[in-house]
């Protein structure tokens, strides 16, 4: 696996092995950026179920500002630390948080943490065609201070199995559908904010 783009393009990144690390595939990832464009340069990241980094090094790679990474397991946290140094790049605009990605969005919120571009592709949950998702994806995007760390304009992509019915709740818009094999990526908008009497 490599960074397919920007300053650090062609640089080689571990992955943990195991069937617990499911890294985006570098054709996925060209194609997550090149739809993203020039959303990434000067943006403020956020990667949750992080695995081996690849995601966040990939934006901190194509000119984002900073990024926040967030991976629960210490053993591929160390991964992550050494892909940095690989990478070469700017360790101090890359965040690493050890810790369960919803305990990470309590704290981000309290903290009034906000992001440009939210990217996360966690491991996938069981097949449920005819049936709402139970997986990590859907919890995701079901818990109601996701939206809130997004800026206006801010941008979710999200990875899910095609065989999982991930269910998009009707306040996010989703822009844009990309299969790969059985990867599906989404990329949703922030929901807009209520209009209040007048």
């Known amino acids: 696996m490599r960074i397919t783009g920007g300053a650090a393009g ?6 943990p092995k195991g ?6 595939p570098d054709l996925v990832k060209q194609a997550i950026f090149n739809s993203l464009g020039p959303v990434v340069a000067g943006a403020r990241v956020l990667e949750l179920f992080a695995g081996s980094g690849a995601l966040g090094l990939e934006c901190l790679s194509r000119g ?3 990024v926040t990474a967030v991976e629960l397991s210490s053993r591929h946290a160390n991964f992550i630390r ?3 140094r690989q990478a070469g790049l700017d360790s101090a605009r890359f965040s690493l948080r050890v810790q369960d990605v919803f305990v990470a969005l309590g704290q981000l919120t309290e903290a009034g943490d906000t992001f440009d ?3 996360a592709d966690p491991p996938f949950g069981p097949k449920t065609h005819g049936t709402r998702s139970e997986s990590l994806s859907q919890k995701l995007l ?3 201070r996701l939206p809130g760390l997004l800026v206006t304009g801010g941008i979710v992509v999200l990875g899910h199995a095609a065989r999982d019915q991930v269910e998009v709740p009707p306040d996010w818009e989703e822009r844009k559908r990309m299969r790969h094999g059985d990867s ?3 990329f949703l908008l922030r929901p807009q904010a209520p209009v209040g009497p007048s």
């Open 10 to 15: 062609g640089r080689l990144l571990k992955v």
């Open 19 to 24: 069937l617990d690390v499911r890294p985006t």
């Open 64 to 66: 984002a500002v900073d």
């Open 82 to 84: 050494g892909n940095v």
């Open 117 to 119: 571009l939210i990217l």
């Open 142 to 144: 079901d818990d109601p």
């Open 184 to 186: 599906v990526m989404r």
